[in-house]
């Protein structure tokens, strides 16, 4: 099994930057796609970014691209998304997710993810 918790959410004025964490656990040696979502109240869950095992290639939903940013450091197993210029659009719980297939790219789909973390709350005042 493996085990995925996130971190570093909190308030943020807009216009502000925020880094969040995702710490995996157990069989890491599974996992190869890694990704970002995020779910805003009365909204479905959707994809923000996806990241390869070797970092070697990644994805960014349309709304996020060149505000956002996914890194992992395997050696931590720990999956990042550095977080600029945020907006109060951007206020959502985020999920970190983990999948087990060599999918390349990373996919975006939620439903190609086998693991799923609790979620971090980030909220961006106006």
Known sequence: QVQLVESGGGLVQ??????????ASGRTGSLYGMGWFRQAPWKER?????ISRGSSSSTTADSVKGRFTISRDNAKNTLYLQMSDLKPEDTAIYYCAADR???????????????WGQGTQVTVSS
């Open 46 to 50: 959707e994809f923000v970014a996806a």
């Open 101 to 115: 297939s060599k999918q390349l790219p990373p996919p975006t789909r939620k439903y190609a993810y086998d693991y």
């Open 14 to 23: 807009a216009g502000g930057s925020m880094i969040i964490s995702c710490a």
